[in-house]
């Protein structure tokens, strides 16, 4: 079981806006950066935001990120056939001293 | 642009130990954090951890008795090894760059090498 808590799936339409959250606790999301990443089937992941919501150029400001609390979000706007993807939150924790992952959540585009 | 490509071993048998090479491009190893992380269906995405040119490294604390990452400046390449492997360990291993400073890891990675699977059997 994952230290940060992720929806396993998620869906929309084309053009809609949809929400992934991630929480966590003080010691992850609460006192440091959190970051996301797509991993398209078969590929390697790639980075969508870091702390919370900066994007790496070349990705589309569709994609947005937030924080509230212990809690972070990754918004996506817009919705387009090829973002379906897993996407994953990620963040060092200052307990267990190591980079924690989410489970994942699986976007499905309808 | 910068690339990362792993290499090694694909098959491994029980107590082997596993070594891996990430061979960078576009950018020297003299900056930034160099990083390792794994992934499988029943552990998910693990960080295992990372080696800088300044000497700085750390390693997930599960696999700190079996795990070494190391660098080669000449060759701009870098290293990992995990000793005593067992069927838990069977994941893709991917090796990926830390934007960090001279000072600290920012702990998010960008880009990663494609991948590569291995698989420990007997």
């Known amino acids: 079981q994952s230290v940060l808590s992720q929806p396993p799936s998620v869906s929309g339409t084309p053009g809609q806006r949809i929400t992934i959250s991630c929480s966590g606790s003080?010691?992850?999301?609460?006192?440091?950066?959190a970051h996301w990443y797509q991993q398209v089937s078969g590929m390697a992941p790639k980075l969508l935001i870091h702390s919370y919501y900066q994007r790496p150029s070349g990705v589309p400001d569709r994609f947005s990120g937030s924080k509230s609390g212990t809690s972070a979000s990754l918004i996506i706007s817009g919705l387009q056939s090829a973002d379906e993807a897993e996407y994953y939150c990620a963040v060092w924790d200052d307990t267990l001293k190591t980079v924690v992952f989410g489970g994942g959540t699986k976007l499905t585009v309808l | 642009q910068v690339q990362l490509q792993e290499s090694g071993p694909r098959l491994l048998k029980p107590s082997q130990t596993l070594s891996l090479t990430c061979d960078v491009s576009?950018?020297?190893?003299?900056?930034?954090?160099w990083t390792w992380i794994r992934q499988s269906p029943g552990r998910g995405l693990e960080w295992i951890g990372h080696v800088s040119h300044s000497g700085t490294k750390a390693y997930h604390p599960s696999l700190q008795s079996r795990v070494s990452i190391s660098m080669d400046t000449s060759k701009n390449q870098f290293s990992l090894s995990l000793t005593s492997v067992t069927a838990a360990d069977t994941a893709t291993y991917f090796c990926a760059r830390d934007p960090g400073s001279s000072y600290y890891a920012y702990y998010w990675f960008d880009p990663w090498g494609p991948g590569i699977p291995v698989s420990v059997s007997s």
């Open positions: 003080k010691s992850n999301i609460g006192d440091n950066n």
């Open positions: 576009g950018v020297s190893l003299i900056s930034y954090y």
